[in-house]
């Protein structure tokens, strides 16, 4: 029986189309099940009402415990003759060697900005009270030199995990023996420093012929060693704010409101070189939900 063989070819093009057809279809068909169980599992998961929605807000309960207690040498600053201090800061890192890098960093920065910083301090708003000024912003400079080379001998005095992050007492001393003794003499006791009220120290600033005091604030929503920091430098600018304003050269400007209310509004800028600053106090206050800082320094000759 003859059979045209142009008629068989076409006949075989179409069954391999045919199947190839077929086989797409079915890989279609797998892929649209797989999208429909994605989402209809991804929809269940959302659904389900997770645990962590029965606790309480982190703002009202979890935050303020992580801050309750801190070490007693980063309340208050220690004193041994002969050594420098300094706090660092860090995350929390899965390599220990990274983050003690970064405690040191941090704590070599801040040593050097203590030691001598030139500040730009600036401040805008209703308040015309000198002593109590909180900077709008804060230029540092002059020290980044100087912490490269502290870095190369500064040492982790103790560390203290305090939430999401880490602060460490920093030194230099003069010799190994004095820093051994002084590491086994450290009050690393933990201390409430939680309260209803700001400490004392910042209802009523001190007040010393040999010493110039400076208070630094940050808002708690921010992480606690972050907080702590910005209160810190807000310590160093408030010192720059006192000293202008001492020796006449903090530089104010009034202007008046146009809105609804009139309102007198002021500015203020400062700009010193300071010069032997220790930040000696921390403290937190959950009734105004603010961090502090107390540095202080030696009164500059006139």
């Not at 009402?49 to 029965?54: D, L, T």
């Not at 209160?231 to 008046?256: D, G, M, P, V």
């Not at 203020?268 to 937190?284: D, N, P, Q, S, V």
């Amino acid at each position: 029986m003859y059979r045209d063989p142009i008629k068989k070819i076409v006949t075989v093009k179409k069954y391999s189309c045919c199947r190839q057809f077929v086989k797409i279809e079915g890989n279609l068909c797998y892929i649209s099940l797989w999208a429909f169980f994605s989402v209809a599992l991804i929809i269940t998961l959302i659904s389900c009402q997770s645990p962590r929605q029965k606790l309480t807000r982190p703002a009202e309960n979890s935050h303020l415990s992580e801050i309750l207690m801190i070490p007693k040498w980063y309340a208050e600053q220690p004193k041994v003759n002969g050594c420098r201090f300094a706090y660092g800061y860090s995350g929390i890192y899965l390599d220990e060697k990274r983050q003690k890098e970064a405690l040191v960093k941090s704590g070599a920065a801040n040593m050097a900005k203590n030691e001598k910083v030139f500040i730009k301090a600036a401040w805008a708003g209703t308040q015309t009270h000198s002593q109590s000024l909180t900077a709008s912003y804060v230029i540092e400079k002059g020290w980044q030199d100087r912490a490269s080379q502290l870095e190369k001998h500064l040492q982790i005095v103790h560390e203290y995990h305090l939430g999401s992050g880490v602060i460490a007492l920093c030194a230099i001393c003069p010799d190994e023996s004095l820093l051994k003794e002084m590491m086994s003499k450290i009050d690393d006791r933990l201390v409430n420093i939680n309260s209803d009220e700001p400490p004392e120290w910042v209802k009523e600033p001190k007040s010393h012929a040999e010493y110039v005091y400076g208070i630094g604030t940050a808002p708690s929503y921010i992480k606690p060693g972050k907080a702590w920091q910005e209160a810190e430098r807000q310590a160093r600018a408030n010192l720059a704010f006192k000293l202008a304003a001492q020796y006449n050269i903090l530089q104010k400007t009034s202007s008046k409101s146009t809105g609804s209310r009139s309102q007198n509004l002021s500015e203020a800028k400062a700009e010193m070189t300071l010069t032997g600053i220790t930040i000696f106090r921390h403290a937190y206050s959950h009734a105004s939900k603010s961090f502090y800082a107390l540095a202080r320094m030696p009164t500059p000759e006139p």
